[in-house]
Protein backbone atom coordinates (compact mmCIF):
# COMPACT_ATOMS: atom_id res chain seq x y z
CA UNK A 1 0.00 0.00 0.00
CA UNK A 2 1.44 3.49 -0.94
CA UNK A 3 2.23 5.70 2.22
CA UNK A 4 0.57 8.93 1.17
CA UNK A 5 2.53 10.61 4.15
CA UNK A 6 6.27 9.42 3.14
CA UNK A 7 5.00 10.49 -0.63
CA UNK A 8 4.30 13.86 0.39
CA UNK A 9 6.92 14.10 2.25
CA UNK A 10 8.98 13.56 -0.85
CA UNK A 11 6.73 16.29 -2.65
CA UNK A 12 7.42 18.54 -0.06
CA UNK A 13 11.24 18.27 -0.38
CA UNK A 14 11.09 18.43 -4.26
CA UNK A 15 9.58 21.47 -3.74
CA UNK A 16 11.76 23.03 -1.45
CA UNK A 17 14.69 22.02 -3.37
CA UNK A 18 13.19 23.98 -6.42
CA UNK A 19 11.76 26.58 -5.06
CA UNK A 20 14.48 29.17 -5.53
CA UNK A 21 14.38 28.23 -9.22
CA UNK A 22 10.32 28.55 -9.54
CA UNK A 23 11.08 32.43 -8.11
CA UNK A 24 14.04 33.15 -10.62
CA UNK A 25 10.95 32.18 -13.24
CA UNK A 26 8.47 34.25 -11.62
CA UNK A 27 10.66 37.42 -11.03
CA UNK A 28 11.89 37.04 -14.33
CA UNK A 29 8.32 37.04 -15.74
CA UNK A 30 7.73 40.00 -13.89
CA UNK A 31 10.64 42.39 -15.59
CA UNK A 32 9.95 40.70 -18.94
CA UNK A 33 5.75 40.93 -19.33
CA UNK A 34 4.23 39.87 -22.39
CA UNK A 35 1.08 40.36 -23.40
CA UNK A 36 -1.41 38.07 -24.53
CA UNK A 37 -1.09 35.51 -27.13
CA UNK A 38 2.76 37.40 -27.28
CA UNK A 39 3.59 35.37 -24.34
CA UNK A 40 6.84 33.06 -26.31
CA UNK A 41 9.96 33.37 -23.82
CA UNK A 42 7.13 33.14 -21.04
CA UNK A 43 5.55 30.17 -22.48
CA UNK A 44 9.59 29.27 -23.29
CA UNK A 45 10.65 29.89 -19.55
CA UNK A 46 8.50 27.46 -18.11
CA UNK A 47 9.23 24.29 -20.61
CA UNK A 48 12.57 24.68 -19.83
CA UNK A 49 12.30 24.17 -16.24
CA UNK A 50 9.60 21.36 -16.50
CA UNK A 51 11.93 20.15 -18.62
CA UNK A 52 15.04 20.09 -16.49
CA UNK A 53 12.53 18.44 -13.82
CA UNK A 54 12.29 15.27 -16.17
CA UNK A 55 9.22 16.28 -18.35
CA UNK A 56 8.80 15.86 -21.42
CA UNK A 57 7.10 18.85 -22.87
CA UNK A 58 4.75 19.37 -26.27
CA UNK A 59 4.96 23.16 -27.47
CA UNK A 60 2.88 24.61 -29.48
CA UNK A 61 -0.12 22.78 -27.97
CA UNK A 62 -3.26 22.28 -29.83
CA UNK A 63 -2.10 25.12 -32.36
CA UNK A 64 -1.98 27.58 -29.62
CA UNK A 65 1.32 28.93 -29.97
CA UNK A 66 2.38 30.16 -26.58
CA UNK A 67 0.42 26.97 -25.21
CA UNK A 68 1.94 24.06 -23.90
CA UNK A 69 1.48 19.87 -22.46
CA UNK A 70 3.13 17.62 -20.35
CA UNK A 71 1.48 14.45 -18.99
CA UNK A 72 3.08 12.00 -16.16
CA UNK A 73 2.13 8.78 -14.58
CA UNK A 74 -0.68 5.78 -15.55
CA UNK A 75 -3.33 7.26 -17.95
CA UNK A 76 -5.18 4.25 -16.47
CA UNK A 77 -5.42 6.10 -12.90
CA UNK A 78 -7.16 9.15 -11.51
CA UNK A 79 -6.28 12.28 -13.55
CA UNK A 80 -5.51 15.62 -12.42
CA UNK A 81 -4.50 18.71 -14.69
CA UNK A 82 -2.64 21.49 -13.35
CA UNK A 83 -3.27 25.16 -15.46
CA UNK A 84 -0.19 27.77 -15.83
CA UNK A 85 -1.16 30.87 -16.64
CA UNK A 86 1.72 33.44 -17.99
CA UNK A 87 0.11 36.65 -19.21
CA UNK A 88 0.85 40.50 -18.83
CA UNK A 89 -1.27 43.38 -19.02
CA UNK A 90 -0.50 45.90 -21.77
CA UNK A 91 1.07 49.07 -19.77
CA UNK A 92 1.16 47.56 -16.35
CA UNK A 93 2.85 44.09 -16.63
CA UNK A 94 2.20 41.83 -14.46
CA UNK A 95 -0.49 43.53 -12.58
CA UNK A 96 -2.78 40.62 -12.59
CA UNK A 97 -0.01 38.24 -10.50
CA UNK A 98 0.12 35.49 -13.61
CA UNK A 99 3.95 35.26 -13.19
CA UNK A 100 3.52 34.18 -9.59
CA UNK A 101 0.76 32.06 -10.29
CA UNK A 102 2.36 30.23 -13.47
CA UNK A 103 5.80 29.57 -11.32
CA UNK A 104 3.20 27.92 -8.49
CA UNK A 105 1.64 25.84 -10.74
CA UNK A 106 5.48 24.66 -11.83
CA UNK A 107 6.57 24.08 -8.87
CA UNK A 108 3.65 21.97 -7.96
CA UNK A 109 4.67 19.61 -10.79
CA UNK A 110 8.13 19.72 -10.04
CA UNK A 111 7.23 18.16 -6.73
CA UNK A 112 4.49 15.81 -7.58
CA UNK A 113 6.60 14.54 -10.87
CA UNK A 114 9.45 12.86 -8.03
CA UNK A 115 6.75 10.51 -6.92
CA UNK A 116 4.70 9.88 -9.81
CA UNK A 117 6.28 6.77 -11.03
CA UNK A 118 4.83 4.83 -7.78
CA UNK A 119 1.03 6.79 -8.23
CA UNK A 120 -1.47 4.56 -9.79
CA UNK A 121 -2.71 7.93 -11.54
CA UNK A 122 -2.04 10.50 -14.42
CA UNK A 123 -0.64 14.34 -13.74
CA UNK A 124 -1.53 16.41 -16.68
CA UNK A 125 -0.16 20.03 -17.18
CA UNK A 126 -1.41 22.29 -19.63
CA UNK A 127 -0.21 25.54 -20.08
CA UNK A 128 -3.04 28.38 -20.96
CA UNK A 129 -2.11 31.82 -22.48
CA UNK A 130 -3.96 35.24 -22.94
CA UNK A 131 -6.44 34.42 -19.88
CA UNK A 132 -6.71 38.38 -19.96
CA UNK A 133 -8.02 38.45 -23.54
CA UNK A 134 -9.07 35.83 -25.62
CA UNK A 135 -8.71 33.21 -22.58
CA UNK A 136 -7.21 29.42 -24.22
CA UNK A 137 -9.16 27.78 -21.96
CA UNK A 138 -12.38 28.31 -23.50
CA UNK A 139 -10.67 26.97 -26.54
CA UNK A 140 -8.80 23.93 -24.69
CA UNK A 141 -12.54 23.15 -22.85
CA UNK A 142 -14.22 22.79 -26.51
CA UNK A 143 -11.02 20.65 -27.60
CA UNK A 144 -11.83 18.11 -24.67
CA UNK A 145 -8.32 18.58 -22.82
CA UNK A 146 -10.05 18.59 -19.33
CA UNK A 147 -12.76 15.99 -20.64
CA UNK A 148 -12.26 12.93 -17.96
CA UNK A 149 -9.95 15.03 -15.44
CA UNK A 150 -10.95 14.64 -12.01
CA UNK A 151 -9.66 17.83 -10.83
CA UNK A 152 -8.36 20.91 -12.64
CA UNK A 153 -6.67 23.33 -10.62
CA UNK A 154 -4.31 26.54 -10.15
CA UNK A 155 -4.31 29.05 -8.11
CA UNK A 156 -4.34 32.82 -8.43
CA UNK A 157 -2.78 35.94 -7.07
CA UNK A 158 -4.39 37.93 -5.14
CA UNK A 159 -3.83 40.96 -1.99
CA UNK A 160 -4.66 40.13 1.74
CA UNK A 161 -7.35 38.33 0.91
CA UNK A 162 -7.05 33.70 0.69
CA UNK A 163 -9.87 32.13 0.42
CA UNK A 164 -10.68 28.15 -1.74
CA UNK A 165 -13.93 29.27 -3.29
CA UNK A 166 -12.97 31.76 -6.14
CA UNK A 167 -16.24 32.49 -8.20
CA UNK A 168 -16.49 34.47 -11.38
CA UNK A 169 -19.08 35.75 -13.85
CA UNK A 170 -20.03 34.53 -17.05
CA UNK A 171 -19.29 37.20 -19.84
CA UNK A 172 -19.75 37.99 -23.64
CA UNK A 173 -17.73 39.99 -25.08
CA UNK A 174 -19.64 41.68 -28.31
CA UNK A 175 -19.19 44.43 -30.97
CA UNK A 176 -22.32 45.96 -32.46
CA UNK A 177 -21.20 47.72 -36.04
CA UNK A 178 -23.77 50.04 -37.20
CA UNK A 179 -24.01 51.12 -40.55
CA UNK A 180 -25.80 54.43 -42.16
CA UNK A 181 -25.48 56.48 -45.52
CA UNK A 182 -22.70 59.27 -45.75
CA UNK A 183 -23.49 62.86 -46.67
CA UNK A 184 -22.48 66.49 -45.83
CA UNK A 185 -23.29 67.08 -42.54
CA UNK A 186 -23.93 70.93 -42.87
CA UNK A 187 -24.99 70.81 -46.65
CA UNK A 188 -27.48 67.47 -47.04
CA UNK A 189 -27.40 66.06 -43.66
CA UNK A 190 -31.40 64.73 -44.62
CA UNK A 191 -29.46 62.86 -47.15
CA UNK A 192 -27.14 60.96 -44.68
CA UNK A 193 -28.31 58.09 -42.43
CA UNK A 194 -26.31 58.69 -39.21
CA UNK A 195 -24.35 55.30 -38.22
CA UNK A 196 -23.13 57.46 -34.85
CA UNK A 197 -27.06 57.59 -33.75
CA UNK A 198 -27.64 54.00 -34.20
CA UNK A 199 -24.80 53.52 -31.48
CA UNK A 200 -25.69 56.39 -29.11
CA UNK A 201 -29.14 55.01 -29.18
CA UNK A 202 -27.91 51.58 -28.26
CA UNK A 203 -26.01 53.04 -25.48
CA UNK A 204 -29.54 54.73 -24.39
CA UNK A 205 -31.55 51.38 -24.69
CA UNK A 206 -29.46 49.35 -22.56
CA UNK A 207 -28.97 52.13 -19.91
CA UNK A 208 -32.92 51.64 -19.73
CA UNK A 209 -32.80 48.22 -19.62
CA UNK A 210 -31.00 47.83 -16.66
CA UNK A 211 -33.27 48.42 -14.53
CA UNK A 212 -35.29 45.17 -15.74
CA UNK A 213 -32.12 43.06 -15.09
CA UNK A 214 -30.54 41.90 -12.03
CA UNK A 215 -28.52 43.69 -9.77
CA UNK A 216 -25.66 40.93 -9.84
CA UNK A 217 -25.17 41.64 -13.96
CA UNK A 218 -22.57 44.12 -15.08
CA UNK A 219 -22.49 45.86 -18.30
CA UNK A 220 -20.02 48.30 -19.39
CA UNK A 221 -19.21 49.13 -22.76
CA UNK A 222 -17.15 52.08 -25.20
CA UNK A 223 -17.45 53.44 -28.98
CA UNK A 224 -14.91 51.56 -30.68
CA UNK A 225 -15.82 54.08 -33.77
CA UNK A 226 -17.65 57.14 -33.74
CA UNK A 227 -16.80 58.64 -37.20
CA UNK A 228 -13.95 60.29 -39.60
CA UNK A 229 -14.87 63.90 -39.04
CA UNK A 230 -17.55 66.09 -38.06
CA UNK A 231 -18.14 67.82 -41.36
CA UNK A 232 -19.58 64.33 -42.52
CA UNK A 233 -22.52 61.96 -41.45
CA UNK A 234 -20.88 58.96 -40.38
CA UNK A 235 -21.55 55.61 -42.68
CA UNK A 236 -19.88 53.70 -39.96
CA UNK A 237 -19.88 53.63 -36.18
CA UNK A 238 -19.48 50.40 -33.65
CA UNK A 239 -19.46 49.95 -29.99
CA UNK A 240 -18.11 46.82 -27.83
CA UNK A 241 -19.30 45.43 -24.38
CA UNK A 242 -18.94 43.23 -22.06
CA UNK A 243 -22.11 41.57 -20.23
CA UNK A 244 -21.82 39.80 -17.23
CA UNK A 245 -24.12 37.93 -15.32
CA UNK A 246 -24.00 34.92 -12.26
CA UNK A 247 -25.01 32.02 -14.46
CA UNK A 248 -24.53 31.12 -18.44
CA UNK A 249 -28.48 31.01 -18.90
CA UNK A 250 -29.00 34.36 -16.87
CA UNK A 251 -25.96 35.70 -19.26
CA UNK A 252 -27.98 34.50 -21.86
CA UNK A 253 -31.40 35.79 -21.66
CA UNK A 254 -29.86 39.25 -21.04
CA UNK A 255 -28.16 38.98 -24.20
CA UNK A 256 -31.23 38.31 -26.38
CA UNK A 257 -32.37 40.80 -24.95
CA UNK A 258 -29.58 43.38 -25.72
CA UNK A 259 -29.95 42.26 -29.64
CA UNK A 260 -33.36 43.74 -29.73
CA UNK A 261 -32.02 47.10 -28.16
CA UNK A 262 -29.55 46.70 -30.93
CA UNK A 263 -32.49 46.47 -33.49
CA UNK A 264 -34.43 48.90 -32.30
CA UNK A 265 -31.54 51.34 -32.52
CA UNK A 266 -31.37 50.79 -36.17
CA UNK A 267 -34.50 50.40 -37.25
CA UNK A 268 -35.37 53.82 -35.17
CA UNK A 269 -31.99 55.61 -36.74
CA UNK A 270 -32.79 53.65 -40.81
CA UNK A 271 -29.42 52.16 -39.95
CA UNK A 272 -28.13 48.68 -40.71
CA UNK A 273 -26.22 46.60 -37.75
CA UNK A 274 -24.72 43.63 -37.00
CA UNK A 275 -22.80 42.31 -33.86
CA UNK A 276 -20.14 39.23 -33.05
CA UNK A 277 -18.21 38.31 -30.30
CA UNK A 278 -14.99 39.88 -30.64
CA UNK A 279 -13.36 37.43 -27.41
CA UNK A 280 -14.18 34.33 -26.47
CA UNK A 281 -17.21 33.80 -24.07
CA UNK A 282 -16.53 33.26 -20.44
CA UNK A 283 -18.73 30.92 -18.63
CA UNK A 284 -19.26 31.10 -14.70
CA UNK A 285 -16.99 29.49 -12.46
CA UNK A 286 -18.98 26.14 -10.52
CA UNK A 287 -18.20 26.25 -6.78
CA UNK A 288 -17.16 22.71 -4.98
CA UNK A 289 -17.50 22.33 -1.99
CA UNK A 290 -15.62 19.01 -1.13
CA UNK A 291 -12.40 20.53 -3.00
CA UNK A 292 -12.90 24.02 -1.52
CA UNK A 293 -13.15 22.43 1.68
CA UNK A 294 -9.91 20.38 1.45
CA UNK A 295 -7.88 23.31 0.04
CA UNK A 296 -8.95 25.24 2.88
CA UNK A 297 -7.80 22.29 5.50
CA UNK A 298 -4.46 22.55 3.76
CA UNK A 299 -4.37 26.35 3.93
CA UNK A 300 -5.30 26.31 7.53
CA UNK A 301 -2.58 23.29 7.95
CA UNK A 302 0.01 25.23 7.01
CA UNK A 303 -0.57 28.37 8.80
CA UNK A 304 -2.77 30.61 6.03
CA UNK A 305 -5.20 32.86 7.21
CA UNK A 306 -8.21 32.41 5.14
CA UNK A 307 -11.59 34.85 4.59
CA UNK A 308 -14.86 33.33 3.44
CA UNK A 309 -15.64 33.50 -0.35
CA UNK A 310 -15.39 37.23 -1.04
CA UNK A 311 -18.57 36.58 -3.75
CA UNK A 312 -18.88 36.70 -7.46
CA UNK A 313 -16.59 39.64 -9.34
CA UNK A 314 -14.69 39.84 -12.25
CA UNK A 315 -14.48 36.82 -15.40
CA UNK A 316 -12.06 34.24 -16.01
CA UNK A 317 -11.86 31.32 -18.90
CA UNK A 318 -11.44 29.24 -16.32
CA UNK A 319 -15.33 29.34 -15.41
CA UNK A 320 -15.47 27.06 -18.93
CA UNK A 321 -13.17 23.68 -17.19
CA UNK A 322 -15.78 24.09 -14.39
CA UNK A 323 -17.96 22.91 -16.63
CA UNK A 324 -16.32 20.37 -18.05
CA UNK A 325 -14.41 18.88 -14.88
CA UNK A 326 -14.20 19.66 -11.29
CA UNK A 327 -12.24 22.37 -10.67
CA UNK A 328 -10.59 24.88 -8.37
CA UNK A 329 -9.21 28.49 -8.18
CA UNK A 330 -8.36 29.32 -5.03
CA UNK A 331 -6.77 32.97 -4.50
CA UNK A 332 -3.71 33.31 -2.08
CA UNK A 333 -2.27 36.32 -0.26
CA UNK A 334 1.03 37.51 -2.34
CA UNK A 335 1.42 40.57 -0.06
CA UNK A 336 0.57 42.38 3.35
CA UNK A 337 -1.89 44.81 2.58
CA UNK A 338 -5.01 45.73 0.48
CA UNK A 339 -4.08 46.35 -3.14
CA UNK A 340 -5.70 46.82 -6.24
CA UNK A 341 -4.65 44.44 -8.88
CA UNK A 342 -4.02 45.56 -12.42
CA UNK A 343 -1.58 47.76 -11.36
CA UNK A 344 2.32 49.07 -11.43
CA UNK A 345 1.79 48.47 -7.54
CA UNK A 346 0.39 45.28 -7.73
CA UNK A 347 3.45 44.17 -10.24
CA UNK A 348 6.14 45.38 -8.23
CA UNK A 349 4.76 43.44 -5.28
CA UNK A 350 5.17 40.18 -7.07
CA UNK A 351 8.41 40.63 -6.73
CA UNK A 352 8.61 40.91 -2.92
CA UNK A 353 9.68 38.67 0.06
CA UNK A 354 5.83 38.20 1.11
CA UNK A 355 5.09 36.62 -3.33
CA UNK A 356 8.06 34.72 -3.27
CA UNK A 357 6.51 32.89 0.40
CA UNK A 358 3.23 32.94 -1.47
CA UNK A 359 4.65 31.32 -4.35
CA UNK A 360 5.82 28.26 -2.72
CA UNK A 361 2.90 28.11 -0.26
CA UNK A 362 0.51 27.99 -3.02
CA UNK A 363 2.97 24.99 -4.89
CA UNK A 364 2.62 22.86 -1.29
CA UNK A 365 -0.98 23.37 -1.60
CA UNK A 366 -1.59 22.03 -5.29
CA UNK A 367 0.90 19.22 -4.88
CA UNK A 368 -1.21 18.37 -1.60
CA UNK A 369 -4.80 18.67 -3.01
CA UNK A 370 -3.10 16.82 -5.88
CA UNK A 371 -2.04 13.61 -3.79
CA UNK A 372 -5.27 13.55 -1.89
CA UNK A 373 -7.24 13.51 -5.10
CA UNK A 374 -4.89 10.60 -6.61
CA UNK A 375 -4.68 8.62 -3.71
CA UNK A 376 -8.35 9.14 -1.74
CA UNK A 377 -11.16 7.18 -3.44
CA UNK A 378 -13.57 8.98 -1.10
CA UNK A 379 -12.71 12.90 -1.51
CA UNK A 380 -12.41 12.30 -4.98
CA UNK A 381 -16.15 10.98 -5.16
CA UNK A 382 -17.39 13.79 -3.54
CA UNK A 383 -15.36 16.29 -5.46
CA UNK A 384 -17.59 14.67 -8.77
CA UNK A 385 -20.60 14.09 -7.46
CA UNK A 386 -20.27 18.32 -6.66
CA UNK A 387 -19.80 18.60 -10.02
CA UNK A 388 -22.41 17.03 -11.50
CA UNK A 389 -24.54 18.49 -8.97
CA UNK A 390 -23.75 22.22 -9.70
CA UNK A 391 -23.57 21.59 -13.31
CA UNK A 392 -27.23 19.99 -13.28
CA UNK A 393 -27.99 22.83 -11.07
CA UNK A 394 -26.90 25.75 -13.17
CA UNK A 395 -29.35 24.80 -16.57
CA UNK A 396 -32.16 25.68 -14.16
CA UNK A 397 -30.87 29.35 -13.81
CA UNK A 398 -33.37 32.04 -15.11
Given at each position: ???????????????????????????????????????????????????????????????????????????????????????????????????????????????????????????????????????????????????????????????????????????????????????????????????????????????????????????????????????????????????????????????????????????????????????????????????????????????????????????SDVGNVSY???????????????????????????????????????????????????????????????????????QHYH
Open positions: MVDASELWKEVEEEIERFSKHAIDLSDWLAKNPEVSEQEFEACRKHTTFLESAGYTVETPFMDIETSFFSRKGDPAGPKVCLMFEYDALPGVGHGCGHNVSGAMSGLAAVGLGRVMDRIKGELVLVGTPAEETNGSKVVLAEKGIFDGMDLAMMIHSSDIFTYAGYRSLAMDAIEFRFTGKPAHAAGEPWAGRNALNGVQLLFHAIDMLRQHIIPEARIHGIISEGGLAPNIVPEHAGARFYFRAPKRPILDQIVSRIYNCALGAAQATETEVTWRNFEYSFDDMLKNDAGEKFVEDVLKDLGVPIVPSLGTKGSRCPALQPKLSIVNEEMASHTHEFAEATLSDSAHEALVTGAKVMARTALAVFLDDDLRRRIREDFEKEKQEA
